[in-house]
């Protein structure tokens, strides 16, 4: 059976160890363990065996199986060409975004902050000005301008300084405010750091094959 990791988000052909931790009148219980061959963390399920749930046609005591480690994301991880600074609040938001959306919103209200001050060249302010200026500035495609424009518009961003967004207070939030913010946030990663890095993947594959025949290189006309 193929299964992507939870840890490292690579493919790979599990194989279950598993370990009895109860054996009881109802039936028992299981941890099953598989390693990840690539970065060698585990992954781990509970199953309970129950004597008192066979149906009709088969007898066989039925088998109930739950993920309980690593902790499951409720969305897919960041893309690999985003830096950690940006990811771990990213990831982190998506992580609670189901038990916590007023904290998992902050995340996200604090890593949108970050990105448009050290990609969008923003003015420190509250988030809703922030939003204005690089919209106003033109740097960006116009769906992802109507993006912001409507994540600022539905989040009450004006009221809410960096100071507060840190330190961890409780903010208010509208429903699924939290999942808008996300979205852009995975919008403007595309933007500034996963398109340049696949058209710097491949501009460096045409330069190698117009080396390898003794013409010059692509000129470079990046900022």
């Not at 690539?38 to 992954?43: D, I, M, N, R, V």
């Not at 940006?86 to 949108?112: T, V």
């Not at 990663?189 to 491949?202: H, Q, S």
Request: net charge negative; charged share 30%.
């Amino acid at each position: 059976m193929t299964m992507r990791c939870p840890h490292c988000d690579i493919a790979f052909h599990d194989t279950w160890y598993s370990y009895g931790i109860k054996d009881g009148i109802d039936g028992w219980d299981k941890i099953k363990v598989t390693i990840c061959p690539t970065c060698g963390k585990a992954t781990m399920r509970l199953l309970h065996v129950n004597r008192y749930l066979a149906d009709s046609i088969n007898t066989d005591p039925k088998e109930l199986e739950m993920h309980i480690y690593p902790r499951l994301s409720a969305r897919t991880r960041c893309p690999p060409e985003v830096p950690d600074v940006f990811a771990e609040d990213f990831n982190q938001a998506c992580l609670i975004l189901y038990d916590s959306p007023k904290a998992a919103a902050a995340l996200a209200r604090r890593c949108l902050q970050h990105i448009l001050r050290e990609k969008g060249g923003v003015k420190k302010g509250n988030l809703s000005k922030e939003i204005d200026e690089v919209i106003d500035s033109n740097k960006l495609p116009s769906d992802i301008c109507e993006q912001l424009d409507a994540v600022r518009n539905y989040g009450n961003f004006a009221a809410h300084a960096e100071e507060n967004i840190a330190t961890g207070e409780i903010i208010a939030v509208e429903p699924s405010e939290a999942e808008w913010t996300l979205n852009i946030l995975e919008e403007l990663f595309d933007f500034y750091f996963v398109r340049p890095e696949r058209i710097k993947r491949k501009k460096d594959g045409l330069n190698a094959k117009l080396s390898s025949v003794g013409k010059p290189p692509m000129k470079d006309n990046s900022p």
